[in-house]
């Protein structure tokens, strides 16, 4: 089962909510209604066979398509399904399981419209639901994904993958509370789901609860020893806790067990600047881009790292490459802003950070009520920075 991320002790997925702030990510699992095995190398059906029984024939190429998709030949796998379809038009697992093959070429409105027929065949087809919610999160219908997953629980009760997903989608719409809720009940269901673990820790975080956080993380690492991901988040949360060491740590057995997570050097590059080890943590920055020159946050730290190192015009290229990348990135024409009083360009300041509260109205009331989260959890050395950066704006605008 393939599964989703997410971003930082605030936001999910795509959104990097304040530049210096980790980055975190949220788990979606999509389901099958079957346990059968599948046959990992797909045997085709004999031209000369002579079955004759259009279910059995549909069976036979449902069972090759899904080990075709298993092996990543999704192209293959759809044709077969449609084989199946073609025998048996009436069958509710091959349109599921297409629709799942679709999701995967993101064909997104072509898998709804399969899962669609999945649930018209066989309305109490629980999976269907289910994946069919996953693909309307991911196009951004959140609240039309929650009915699909109530449709999905109300056809299987200890569907713990639904009340999972489900609070994902809660997560997205900022009700952290309902979210933990659902994923309390997905462990209810499944104590041993790592994900859900995961996925709870990353509300924890979002309600700054990072020690709670932290407890999850260790649950889902408990039950998935390899799950890089839960490594990087609980690196997250040690930052917002001031333990910048540890957090190293734990982003490094992220690398170990996944050598291209971006997201592990970028918050590995923000607790080295934070222990003023800058030309390391400009290496990490630089791994990152490396694994995805798109990366912007990377950017933005390396800049970070050059601007505390007072190479100044080397700071300003990094985030001028982040606003190439993101021209309403709104942290990066702050921090230029910065760069540029220290370097007595005070009109130029000013137009940069006029730029990022064009780009980001409320981002005074957001740092203010970062750093007032952050002072309560202990940690004031990063608390300090945002607002010495929050006075440097307001005292050159």
């Known amino acids: 089962m393939k599964i989703i991320k997410k971003k930082s002790i605030q936001n999910i997925k ?5 530049f210096i702030l980790p980055l975190i990510f949220f788990s979606r699992a999509f389901a099958e209604n079957t346990t059968s095995i599948v046959n990992e190398k797909p045997q085709p059906i004999d031209p000369q066979s002579k079955i004759q029984d259009p279910n059995i024939l549909a069976e036979e190429y449902f069972n090759i398509g899904r080990s075709l998709y298993k092996l990543g030949k999704y192209e293959e796998a759809i044709k077969n399904y449609n084989l199946a379809i073609k025998y048996k038009t009436d069958c509710a697992k091959c349109y599921n399981n297409k629709g799942m093959t679709l999701n995967t070429l993101k064909q997104y409105q072509e898998a709804i419209d399969n899962y669609d027929l ?19 999160c991911t196009i951004g219908k959140h609240r039309e994904a929650i009915i699909s997953y109530n449709l999905a629980i109300k056809n299987k009760q200890d569907f713990a993958a639904a009340y999972n997903n489900k609070g994902s989608a ?4 900022g009700e952290y509370q309902n979210a933990i809720e659902n994923f309390d009940t997905a462990l209810k269901y499944n104590p041993r789901y790592p994900e859900a673990y995961y ?16 407890e999850n993380y260790d649950l889902a690492i408990k039950y998935k020893s390899d799950y890089a991901d839960a490594y990087n988040n609980k690196g997250a949360a040690l930052i917002n806790l001031g333990k910048y060491q540890e957090a190293i740590e734990n982003c490094n057995i992220a690398i170990k067990y996944q050598p291209n ?15 003023k080890k800058h030309h390391e943590a400009i290496e990490n920055c630089d791994l990152a881009i490396e694994y995805d020159p798109n990366y912007i946050a990377s950017y933005l730290e390396k800049g970070v790292s050059f601007k505390k190192l007072g190479k ?14 993101k021209s309403d990135y709104a942290e990066s024409y702050l921090e230029k802003g910065i760069v540029l009083v220290n370097l ?4 130029e300041a000013k137009e940069n950070f006029n730029l990022a509260l064009k780009y980001k109205p409320n981002l005074i009331e957001e740092y203010e009520a970062i750093i007032k989260a952050l002072r309560k959890l202990g940690n004031d050395l990063m608390a300090d920075e945002f607002e010495e950066k929050l006075k440097i704006m307001q005292d050159n605008l």
């Open 118 to 136: 999945t649930i018209k065949y066989d309305s109490s087809f629980a999976e269907a639901y289910n994946n069919k919610a996953n693909v309307l």
């Open 199 to 214: 996925n709870k820790g990353i509300s924890l975080m979002s309600l700054w609860q990072h020690q709670e956080a932290i």
């Open 261 to 275: 997570c971006v997201e592990a050097y970028y918050n590995k590059a923000i607790s080295l600047n934070i222990l």
């Open 312 to 325: 100044y015009e080397e700071a300003i290229k990094s985030y001028d490459l982040a606003i190439k990348y």
């Open 344 to 347: 007595g360009k005070h009109k």
């Open 14 to 18: 795509k959104l990097a909510f304040i």
């Open 170 to 173: 809660l997560n997205d719409l």
